[in-house]
């Protein structure tokens, strides 16, 4: 696959994770709304990285992307990458599920829905 045909394949595929995310919202399905907004950031920075010229690794921290994609961030934005991390559960046991899904509230959700929705529009800027 060529640069430009993978870059638009992580952005369509991260498109597409927004738009399930934001369904799954309506649903009241909290904590898969945030899990498929990690997935839609993670995708973006995998196409800024394809951008560079450069493979994306198989991972799913947000922190570690952004500094193989070369960009720079503050405190703050790192927190928040950090965070936003948390949303992907790579191990799906029960237990971690459930403690996820507990901290999910409306009030949670929508406040990360909205950093989430902020962040993926100042990625779009190295895109």
Not at 23 to 45: C, G, M, P, T, V
């Amino acid at each position: 696959m060529d640069q430009k045909t993978a870059i638009k394949y992580w952005l369509k595929s991260a498109k597409q994770n927004i738009k399930v995310a934001e369904d799954n919202f309506k649903l009241k399905h909290y904590s898969w709304s945030l899990f498929l907004w990690q997935l839609a950031l993670e995708k973006a920075i995998k196409g800024i990285i394809v951008k560079k010229g450069q493979v994306p690794p198989p991972s799913h921290k947000l922190n570690q992307l952004i500094r193989i994609a070369g960009i720079a961030v503050d405190k703050d934005k790192e927190d928040v990458l950090k965070e936003i991390t948390t949303f992907n559960l790579e191990a799906r046991y029960d237990d971690i599920k459930f403690s996820f899904y507990k901290r999910a509230t409306l009030t949670y959700v929508r406040k990360w829905i909205r950093i989430c929705r902020e962040t993926y529009i100042w990625l779009q800027k190295f895109l």
